[in-house]
């Protein structure tokens, strides 16, 4: 049973300017210490949560990916966080799961955010990614995903971590801490959550409150609203013991997705 090593990266965002956001990771990448497993980013880490598809979006293997590609291989850790991709007509919420020898899976946001309109610009994911580092398997998924505990369910123990990347911004702060913990506890899953701070160019303020849960349900790690890097260490016998030792799952209602 190995421990896993989780860093995560809460920072403001340039709005809508890609170049310059990876030039700005590249830097925080390089303050890393020690060595991590596994490295997240927020949700559209390139541009900041923009409705601008047409005018921002990538191709699947553009210079973001190669991007990530490079940077996980200078790291030796898996990389993570979610970008605006075009496929055909088609725009994505796109998170990429980026691995040091460069291979790489994706997962298209399922749960687009009405409120601003997104299910007016991007096409939702039709199906959940899971991915294994370690011996961990992990479920990322993407910030308004967080609201909707059906498609997160943890049917069969599927996930040993749930991972949320995200624009969420500070006016739901208190939802968002409520649903982390939530989530982790109904699921007997550590839970990670990668949130921005500062203003974006709508003008939305977002307060960080990027955190790790435990399968308990308390806070292992709780970010202020500030910029940081943080790497936290999850204990993989911890979780076996407490889900061993307290097997909810066991009674959990049998259910499929139509």
């Known amino acids: 049973m190995q421990d896993l ?3 995560i990266i809460q920072t403001s965002l340039h709005w809508q300017d890609a170049a310059a ?28 949560f923009s409705m601008d598809a ?15 590609k490079e940077e996980a291989a200078r790291y030796n850790a898996v990389i993570t966080g979610s970008v605006i991709v075009q496929e055909g007509e ?18 298209n946001k399922r749960h687009l955010f009405r409120m601003a ?12 990614l899971l991915v294994e580092l370690k011996g961990w398997k992990i479920c990322p998924l993407v910030c308004y995903d967080l609201r909707f505990p059906v498609w997160s369910r943890n049917v069969g123990s599927e996930y040993d971590l749930l991972l949320y990347v995200a624009n969420w911004p500070k006016p739901r702060a208190n939802a968002w801490s409520i649903l982390l913990q939530a989530r982790a506890v109904e699921n007997l899953s550590y839970v990670v959550g990668v949130n921005r701070v500062g203003t974006d160019g709508n003008g939305h303020p977002y307060s960080g409150d990027s955190a790790v849960i435990h399968p308990k349900g308390y806070k292992l790690l709780e970010t202020a609203e500030v910029e940081g890097i943080h790497t936290i260490t999850l204990n993989k016998k911890e979780l076996t013991d407490f889900r061993e030792a307290f097997p909810a799952h066991l009674d959990a209602d049998d259910f499929t997705l139509s």
């Open 5 to 7: 090593r989780v860093t």
């Open 21 to 48: 956001n990876r030039a700005m990771f590249s830097e925080k990448l390089a303050a890393v210490a020690p060595a991590t497993d596994l490295i997240v980013l927020p949700e559209m880490f390139t541009t900041g």
């Open 54 to 68: 047409a005018g921002l979006a990538e191709d699947a293997e553009g210079p973001t990916l190669q991007w990530m």
């Open 90 to 107: 088609q725009y994505f919420n796109r998170l990429y799961w980026v691995r040091p020898d460069g291979t790489y899976q994706h997962y």
């Open 117 to 128: 309109k997104e299910h007016h610009t991007y096409t939702p994911g039709q199906e959940k």
